[in-house]
């Protein structure tokens, strides 16, 4: 039997600013995507243990011009356990992609965050037709998937009872704002609602089985195959990049603004990781200006 939060649990909560929740069909199984705005697509891709709430501070401000869809990605706070699904990074692009394809979204502005970036990077490499413009804020790129830090979460994957025992830590708040947790990728407490629904969904056995196959399959040599083909995509990229980041170096910003062939990069002062958390009217004003002097640029 499939696992599935329901959207009143604390676990499930999605902040309504998303928009509407829906519920997709995919051969890979059933994946959830929050639908706001209109006009041109943009698409919002979180990263690891987190879920579309990343982007509740973002997208109000965007959904008055465009058509703004967050996934929310089976990476460990997702509500819906995906076990027939391929949840290594070329199988949640595949996600990505078949979900563009099934909303008939067309060519859109992919906006990726941490190894959701690193995902953007996979379905930029394998469907370029489906990616107008694509939007790197600080993310895994080349060796640098994931980065070294996190590797003790390839050790619990891979070690019987371990994500067990870092589930049951999660649900206790002050461990949140550990290094270990959410510590070095916001500034701040992330607020309780979101917070909860981003550390108590990987409780649930059918859940934490799909983080473990996520983890599994984060591994350098798919970014490193994808940067092969950045020379070959042609549409804007903005790197959205937080300044001084300490897991996604600088340098790393201005490695990819040198391979992609028209790209830019536009500094998110006072941010960890999370900048949508942290600096969401910095990213978000970073966004629209690029948005908008790229509009003639993109081929539909």
């Known amino acids: 039997m499939t696992h599935t939060i329901t959207p009143e649990s604390r676990a499930g909560w999605r902040d309504p600013a998303l928009g509407t929740r829906r519920e997709l069909s995919l051969p890979q199984g059933a994946l959830t995507v929050f639908d706001t705005g209109s006009g041109d697509p943009l698409v919002f891709v979180h990263g690891l243990l987190v879920n579309a709430n990343l982007w509740r501070k973002v997208i109000p401000a965007l959904a008055g ?3 703004c869809v967050a996934i929310d990605l089976p990476f460990g706070s997702h509500t819906t356990a995906m076990p027939a699904a391929d949840l290594s990074a070329p199988g949640l692009a595949q996600l990505v992609i078949q979900a563009v394809e099934q909303l008939d979204l067309g060519p859109v502005t992919l906006v990726g965050n941490d190894s959701g970036g ?13 990616v107008a413009r694509l939007v790197l804020t600080s993310c895994d790129a080349y060796e640098n998937f994931p980065p070294p830090f996190f590797d003790y979460l390839g050790l619990a994957a891979r070690t019987p009872g371990a994500l067990a025992c870092l589930a049951l830590s999660m649900r206790i708040r002050p461990v949140r704002r550990l290094p270990i947790a959410y510590g070095r990728l916001a500034h701040g407490p992330i607020e309780r609602a979101v ?7 990987v409780s649930a056995k059918a859940i934490r089985e799909d983080v473990r196959r996520a983890i599994g399959g984060l591994d350098s040599r798919y970014t490193l195959t994808a940067a092969k083909t950045f020379a070959d995509f042609e549409q804007p990229v903005l790197l959205a990049w937080s300044a001084g980041d300490r897991f996604f170096p600088d340098r790393y910003a201005e490695r990819l603004a040198a391979e992609f062939p028209d790209a830019r990069i536009e500094w998110i002062r006072d941010s960890y990781t999370f900048s949508p958390e942290d600096q969401p009217a910095q990213l978000t004003s970073a966004i629209r200006v690029f948005l908008d002097a790229t509009r003639a640029d993109t081929r539909q």
């Open 65 to 67: 011009e465009f058509r």
């Open 195 to 201: 917070s909860d629904s981003y550390a108590l969904p």
């Open 118 to 130: 690193a995902v953007s990077q996979l379905v930029v490499a394998a469907r370029p037709d489906l």
